[in-house]
């Protein structure tokens, strides 16, 4: 049994950069490249840029990884990773104990030593292993487990199988040029089992099925709905705080009942206007505040990292707890904020909503590109009597290199592919932009999403789901839109340091003026123009008999304070730049151009000056016109 691959060095992240070593830099024991396997995953829970970089820096440093791009805006990490040492589930493992939701959607594997243009021509010859997810019926014992094993193990081009009677469930990695997903399904049929090949929207685990973009965008739907709700209920608490926090307390004049009646001491010292802010202000600290005591605890805990939910946990704390010693010392009549963190909490859940409409947006882009790709084909199947061939409907994930297809008026072509039987012509405007149709026959090449507008044809599948024309179209828009320009690295490198410093700085406000204040250097004009804008708790100016105290300066010290950490957020640092990218690239892909390099060939671009083109009539409106 060979030994097992023993990483050298172990790879960490440098100082000045997210980066890690390439693949090609993977040796194991005997200094032979080791195995790579690129693992994309869905992660939840990612708020900001300080997110991105605890867990680029805590998976980057597992022995095994040696590159970790983690997107934000579709909310997908891609891993590089010797499988033997760290396999996908470890990563994933890795990352929800970080305290964020990560499942597998893809995870293919290569041979380090090929070059990037070897890897895509194995892929799309079909020498490249691939692993195909397989839901299995008819599983009683570990004995049906054992048997498929070894059923499956002996196909010629299986490289490896591994079958759950728990999910009941088969994982086959095996070379498409060998042996196709129909083949190794009846194999199984054959043997008493049920098989069914797992399509693209199967929520498998293993994820070999699942396409990233289409999962991206389910998990923002299902993300956006949640922060919708969230939203929806800090208005139950922010609606009647706004109420008679600002309308009554504020706006309404003295002489109105409904002002008096709120403003009439019921409970010791404590007027009806207090005892009701406070029993609508705790409830929402804790059922609203939950939500960032949580995930502030599992970035400071687990991820060993500060990001926005720690700031706005400090802050709308402060402000509450502040609020109840600043009212119960003073009996009553102390300044009280407990309207700052409930409104606090509403805008931030808003900002949470919008931010996961606009990503959901910004994904579509990708998603639509994906759905160009047909979900069925038609698989002629040729009777060994030379009867009538027999059409049979299949899903485009089932086709096998080599399959014969039919493509009827109408349809778009299932996969790349030769012509074998038959004339029409094809709408390539997706490929090319241009909308006159090309002429196709026997022998032509044509390419799986276009549309055939004319006769029937028959065609030999030739590259089929990852290794299609479209699908690589589809990953390289993919791979442009999760790359990061040197401002973004930037921009990621100081949100990691940020919160730190804005809670340094906020400690410092606290400091500096209640020193100020202590020794008298306050004016007391700063001081009345707090004690407006602040809560009504100190009521004694309701009845005349003397005006309105000043605010005491330590309560107007740590109302500073808390403004430093509440309007210091360092999401807009982490979303400007890759929101950029996300928007340019997705309407570039939709009007035909591809910009390989992301990020830095957009960055790079806007320093050009001219544009020189080829040949003439290279640019159109895509509709021929006199």
């Not at 139950?236 to 001491?265: E, G, V, Y």
């Not at 047909?374 to 899903?395: G, H, K, T, W, Y």
């Not at 493509?407 to 090319?432: A, H, K």
Request: with cysteine; proline share 4%.
């Amino acid at each position: 049994m060979p030994p097992s691959p023993v990483l050298k060095p172990k790879n960490r992240f440098s100082s000045d950069s997210t980066a890690l070593q390439t693949p090609s830099q993977i040796s194991d024991a005997d200094g032979n490249t080791a195995e790579v396997t690129e693992t994309i995953l869905s992660v939840s829970g990612m708020t900001c840029a300080s997110c991105v970089n605890g867990i680029e820096r805590h998976v980057g440093s597992i022995d095994g990884v040696s590159s970790v791009k983690v997107d934000l805006m579709t909310a997908q990490a891609t891993i590089c990773h010797v499988s033997q040492m760290v396999p996908a589930d470890s990563v994933r493992t890795a990352i929800e104990e970080m305290g964020f939701e990560a499942s597998v959607l893809s995870s293919t594997t290569r041979n380090g030593k090929n070059s990037s243009a070897a890897n895509n021509a194995a892929l799309i010859t079909g020498e490249q292993p691939v692993e195909s997810w397989f839901n299995v019926e008819g599983m009683t014992c570990g004995s049906c487990v054992a048997t498929l094993t070894d059923l499956l193990t002996v196909l010629p081009g299986v490289i490896a199988a591994d079958v759950q009677l728990l999910t009941a469930q088969a994982m086959v990695k095996h070379r498409p040029r060998d042996i196709g997903v129909r083949e190794i399904a009846d194999v199984m049929g054959n043997a008493g089992y049920k098989a069914t090949p797992l399509d693209m929207d199967s929520d498998a685990n293993g994820g070999a099925a699942a396409d990233p973009s289409a999962m991206a965008l389910k998990n923002l739907e299902k993300h956006r709905k949640k922060a919708a709700i969230r939203f929806y209920w800090s208005l139950l608490f922010s609606i009647p705080m706004l109420i008679i926090s600002m309308i009554i307390d504020m706006a309404l004049p003295k002489s109105n009942p409904t002002a008096q009646a709120f403003h009439r001491k019921v409970f010791k010292h404590y007027s009806v206007s207090v005892i009701c802010i406070f029993f609508i202000a705790t409830p929402a600290q804790i059922i609203l505040g939950a939500y960032f005591y949580k995930h502030a605890f599992k970035s400071l805990y687990r991820a060993k990292t500060a990001n926005m939910d720690v700031l706005i946990a400090l802050g709308t704390t402060a402000a509450y707890i502040g609020s109840i010693i600043s009212v119960t010392i003073q009996d009553g009549d102390g300044e009280q904020f407990f309207e700052t963190a409930v409104f606090l909490m509403t805008f931030v859940l808003l900002g949470r909503w919008l931010e996961a409409i606009a990503k959901g947006r910004t994904v579509s882009a990708v998603e639509a590109l994906v759905k160009m790709q047909p979900e069925e084909a038609l698989l002629v199947r040729v009777q060994p009597d030379q009867s009538a061939p027999i059409l049979e409907s299949i899903n485009t994930r089932q086709i096998q290199l080599g399959d014969l297809l039919q493509v009827n008026n109408g349809m778009r072509v299932p996969c790349d592919g030769v012509v074998t039987r038959g004339q029409t012509d094809i709408d390539e405007s997706l490929l090319t932009g241009e909308s006159v149709p090309v002429v196709k026959s026997e022998g032509s090449a044509v390419t799986g999403g276009t549309l055939n507008i004319s006769q029937s044809i028959q065609m030999r599948a030739t590259a089929i789901n990852e290794a299609s024309t479209l699908s690589r179209i589809v990953k390289l828009v993919r791979e442009a839109q999760s790359s990061k320009p040197h401002i973004q690295e930037v921009a990621d490198r100081v949100a990691s340091r940020f919160v730190p410093l804005v809670i340094l700085a906020s400690v410092v406000v606290l400091i500096a003026w209640i020193g100020a204040g202590a020794a008298g250097n306050i004016r007391r004009e700063w001081l009345d123009s707090k004690q407006a804008m602040g809560g009504f708790g100190n009521t004694s100016s309701m009845d005349g008999e003397h005006g309105r105290e000043p605010m005491a300066y330590g309560i107007f010290s740590l109302l500073n304070a808390v403004s430093v950490l509440v309007i210091a957020c360092p999401c807009a640092l982490g979303l400007a730049a890759p929101t950029a990218i996300m928007v340019g690239t997705g309407l570039a892909a939709r009007f035909g151009i591809l910009v390989k390099g992301g990020g830095a060939t957009m960055e790079a671009a806007s320093k050009i000056d001219i544009v020189a083109f080829d040949k003439t009539g290279t640019l159109t409106m895509g509709k021929p016109a006199v």
